[in-house]
């Protein structure tokens, strides 16, 4: 009798641990799976430009607009034209005065809205000109985006005055140290 109960016990305790293994089979395979979709394929960029300038430093601008469902956030930009590219905004400071630093923690662009690059806004800061940014030049950059990935976009190079800023600090907002 006892080896008879113990038979019977072992087999609901196989059949009960099958029913448990095969329950998680069922929610695993019911989950949705990972998508192959990143940050840069929900992104789309307008209007990019930049201001030309003979050497130092200068600004891109544009509209990075999110399409996904989840807010987004630029890391980093960089292109060969420049030693170093920020993300900046231009802002006042504790005196009042208009000066330009670089955001900390990037540019995010919550879900369907776009984000204006412009001129004494937020920017890409392009700073040690590899050579002077003429008008009619086409410079390349690369966005990064907070999960790793990457876009690419090709920005014309304008002859501007419009916001008398000044990236060398000789008039109009100041360039903060950053």
Do not use: Q
């Amino acid at each position: 009798m006892t080896t008879r109960r113990t038979t019977t016990t072992l087999a609901l305790l196989l059949a009960a641990g099958s029913l448990g293994l095969a329950g998680c089979a069922t929610e695993e395979s019911a989950a949705p799976a990972a998508t192959d979709t990143t940050t840069a394929d929900d992104v789309s960029i307008d209007d990019a430009w930049v201001k030309a300038a003979d050497a130092g430093m200068t600004a891109g601008f544009g509209e990075i607009t999110n399409d996904g469902e989840v807010e987004i956030t630029v890391v980093a930009a960089t292109t060969d034209a420049a030693a170093r590219t920020e993300l900046h905004e231009t802002a006042a400071d504790a005196s009042g005065e208009m000066s330009m630093a670089e955001v900390e923690g990037g540019f995010v662009v919550p879900a369907g809205e776009t984000l204006v690059l412009e001129p004494g806004g937020h920017h890409l800061m392009l700073m040690d000109l590899a050579g002077p940014v003429r008008a009619g030049d086409e410079l390349t950059f690369t966005l990064t985006f907070g999960d790793g990935s990457t876009a690419e976009l090709t920005a014309p190079v304008k002859d501007f005055t419009g916001a008398e800023e000044s990236y060398d600090g000789e008039s109009g907002a100041e360039h903060g140290d950053s």
